[in-house]
């Protein structure tokens, strides 16, 4: 079956990914392309030779699609999840999924939980699923640290995402921004219940947090249970640095680069020397095309088997959850 | 009959042996160039000779008692040196046979160019071409010392101490198995205990002297061959189809093949660095609604490229590749299957078994 899929949002992140990856599925076709706005989506859909649906029929044009994107800033999603839901559409959100608790749970009660799933499209990466492999099977124990770094000194921005600077459009910082891909990675092949925050430091400008670094202890069961995993993290725009989740085990440390195309590094715990690399096998993707197609494959499967993907969105309450209480924290030292 | 193995110590030629080995009424003899050779098969109760069968006079002493010499050999090392040892090893095993005695060659279906991956031209190979002139050496030594002699080209050859059978098994083992056509193409597979049958009725006279293709009988297709052993492996069979079917690809013919190299030529020189460019350069002065086209197709065809990448699930064996040969077959053979399920495929390995000492070489055998 073909998939009828509607893209709400013509940004930088529609045009350069997703539509020319679900022009170029055979399990999908793009219905229409909706932004609020019209010149900008019907230029767009022109480009990709796609229909183009004025913003004011959006609501008749839902009911033509078996899913639609929802790319567009997280503070003016609700109304459209809420006319989603209504008419029984299935939706992939782009990330961040929420801002809060509150804002999940009201998105995730709109719809069953294979109809809606979060682009947390790194889980879908071969060195996701080789560190999951290897967590899984325990080669090296319990890890007992993950540190991530990652970030750039910002030097150009490449496309106008100027709704970053909009605090109405729920544009966040950092954190929310890019940090919670790489947290996500790691709450995702960690599975941890609950977290507790030992320091944190953000640096803000304005309201947007530029670089936020801190230290969180992940336990495995709820209401801090079990022998918590301590985690140490640094995004940042304002310093170069190396990208890496890097976790560390009694014996050895494992570390991988946030790109689609890392490979996974096995070290000696206190080694100086090149680490040994894996080969990429795990099944997974190595670029962002391939991330996104898997991506929409997991959504247009679990839509024709009723079974909730890996993106689904109800699996982002932990990451959710985490950044939510990372700003509040923030707030209060603030 | 007592049926003699030149090349005994080969990956064929031990199994062939250890299966004749077994058989009522069949003296097997191996026939290796020395005892480190020869050493897997004494450990497993079989007793062997050892000389240069490329010796005329050693020959006699090896073969001269022989009802059927069944020359497995191929002589390795520097073309020139392996092409005659290879003319010297007929020429003597011919000659030391004795009156009456039957001789076998056993060559490959690599002597036809099209034994090569569909899609792929027809082209010979530097072992067929050998395994050719040693087909028409040994007919010619065989009409010129009065001995009946058929060749017989052997296709992959499978049985339990083969390689392509471990492979096989690995394959059925781990996952699905992806090959063509759902596997209902023809396998060019030959199995070990086909080709002890037809040593045995070749043997017993039931067959004509000639240039045969010695195929498991009836053929068998890759489906029989792959749950043959998913069954005996005790897993189910799971298989999948290429993304790219290589027959598909070798209906293209020539003119489909010289416009997909054609197509790939450009592409790569439009997408070579200076090209491109050159290209970002004046596109510049292009409207806005043509460069965000442009920019969007780019985008396209390479998420087509990406995706194509991902889902590419080649073949899981070369052999799944190549088309089925059209076989002239041997008249008398019984079927494969039915040789399998009476256990005469089954080798008979000793676990810790003592070194078999010499067979005394003829005329003292």
């Given at each position: 079956?073909?998939?009828s899929v ?15 990856v ?15 706005n ?67 749970d ?39 640290r ?7 000194r910002t ?64 336990y ?83 839509l ?31 | ?29 191996p ?40 020359n ?32 076998v ?16 031209p ?34 992959h050859v ?5 390689g ?7 394959l059925?083992?781990s ?8 596997g ?14 037809a040593?045995?009725?070749i ?21 029989d061959?792959?749950?043959?052993e ?30 997909q190299?054609?197509?790939?030529r ?12 050159i290209?970002?350069?004046?596109i510049a002065?292009?409207p ?56 005469k ?21």
């Amino acid at each position: 079956m073909v998939a009828s899929v509607g893209v709400i949002g013509a940004g930088v992140i529609s045009r350069t990914v997703h539509l020319p990856v679900l022009t170029a599925m055979t399990e999908a076709r793009v219905a229409w392309v909706a932004d609020a706005n019209d010149a900008q989506a019907a230029a767009v859909a022109a480009a990709f030779d796609v229909p183009h649906a004025p913003i004011a029929t959006l609501t008749s044009a839902l009911g033509t699609c078996d899913a639609v994107l929802l790319a567009i800033p997280i503070g003016v999603r609700a109304a459209y999840l809420q006319e989603l839901a209504r008419q029984n559409v299935a939706v992939l959100v782009e990330k961040p999924f929420a801002r809060n608790r509150r804002e999940f749970d009201e998105n995730i009660a709109l719809f069953p939980e294979h109809r809606i799933a979060c682009g947390f499209m790194r889980r879908a990466y071969d060195s996701t699923l080789q560190m999951q492999r290897i967590l899984r099977e325990g080669w090296f124990g319990q890890p007992l640290r993950v540190r991530i770094s990652e970030g750039g000194r910002t030097t150009r921005t490449g496309a106008d995402r100027s709704y970053f600077d909009d605090p109405a459009a729920g544009g966040g910082g950092i954190l929310l921004e890019l940090g919670c891909h790489a947290l996500d990675v790691v709450l995702y092949l960690l599975a941890t219940e609950d977290h507790e925050i030992v320091s944190q430091r953000m640096i803000l400008d304005g309201h947007a947090d530029r670089k936020a670094e801190a230290e969180v202890l992940l336990y495995p069961g709820s209401g801090r249970g079990g022998q918590p995993v301590v985690l140490n993290y640094v995004f940042s725009w304002l310093d170069s640095q190396e990208n890496y989740i890097d976790f560390e085990f009694p014996t050895a440390r494992v570390r991988f680069g946030t790109q689609p195309d890392a490979t996974v590094l096995v070290y000696g715990k206190s080694s100086a020397a090149k680490g040994l690399e894996f080969l990429p096998s795990a099944g997974g993707v190595s670029t962002t095309n391939q991330a996104f197609y898997r991506e929409w494959r997991w959504l247009l499967e679990g839509l024709a088997t009723g079974v909730p993907s890996p993106v689904a969105a109800r699996t982002c309450l932990r990451v959710t959850s985490l950044v939510e209480d990372l700003y509040a924290v923030a707030r209060q030292s603030a | 009959m007592k049926i003699a193995v030149l090349g005994a110590n080969g990956q064929v030629g031990a199994e062939v042996s250890l299966l004749l080995s077994r058989t009522a009424g069949i003296e097997v003899v191996p026939v290796c160039r020395n005892r480190s050779g020869s050493a897997f098969l004494r450990a497993h109760g079989l007793r062997c000779r050892h000389g240069l069968a490329a010796d005329p006079v050693e020959a006699r002493g090896l073969l001269g008692d022989c009802d059927v010499i069944a020359n497995f050999a191929l002589a390795l090392g520097r073309p020139r040196e392996a092409r005659e040892a290879n003319r010297r090893l007929i020429e003597a095993a011919a000659a030391a046979a004795k009156p009456g005695s039957r001789i076998v060659f056993f060559s490959t279906l690599a002597v036809y160019n099209d034994f090569v991956e569909a899609g792929t031209p027809p082209a010979s190979t530097a072992y067929g071409k050998e395994k050719l002139r040693g087909e028409r050496e040994a007919m010619r030594a065989g009409r010129r010392l009065g001995h009946e002699t058929w060749v017989l080209r052997l296709g992959h050859v499978y049985g339990q101490l083969q390689g392509i059978r471990a492979q096989m098994r690995n394959l059925v083992c781990s996952g699905p198995v992806v090959v063509p056509r759902g596997g209902s193409l023809g396998s060019n597979v030959t199995h070990t205990v086909t080709i002890v049958d037809a040593l045995l009725k070749i043997g017993q006279g039931k067959e004509n002297p000639g240039v045969y293709d010695l195929l498991s009988f009836p053929s068998w297709s890759w489906n029989d061959v792959l749950l043959h052993e998913a069954r005996t492996a005790g897993v189910d069979l799971q298989r999948a189809s290429p993304d790219t079917d290589p027959f598909d690809s070798a209906r293209m013919g020539v003119t489909g093949r010289v416009r997909q190299e054609l197509r790939r030529r450009v592409g790569a020189l439009l997408g070579s660095p200076r090209v491109r460019e050159i290209g970002l350069t004046w596109i510049a002065y292009l409207p806005e609604a043509i460069n965000l086209q442009l920019q969007s197709r780019h985008f396209r065809r390479r998420a087509v490229s990406d995706i194509a990448r991902l889902n590419h699930r080649p073949v899981s064996h070369q052999a799944f590749g190549i088309p089925p040969v059209n076989a002239t077959e041997l008249v008398s053979l019984t079927p494969t299957m039915e040789l399998l399920l009476n256990g005469k495929g089954d080798v008979p390995l000793l676990e810790g078994g003592a070194f078999q000492p010499d067979l005394p070489l003829y005329p003292n055998a």
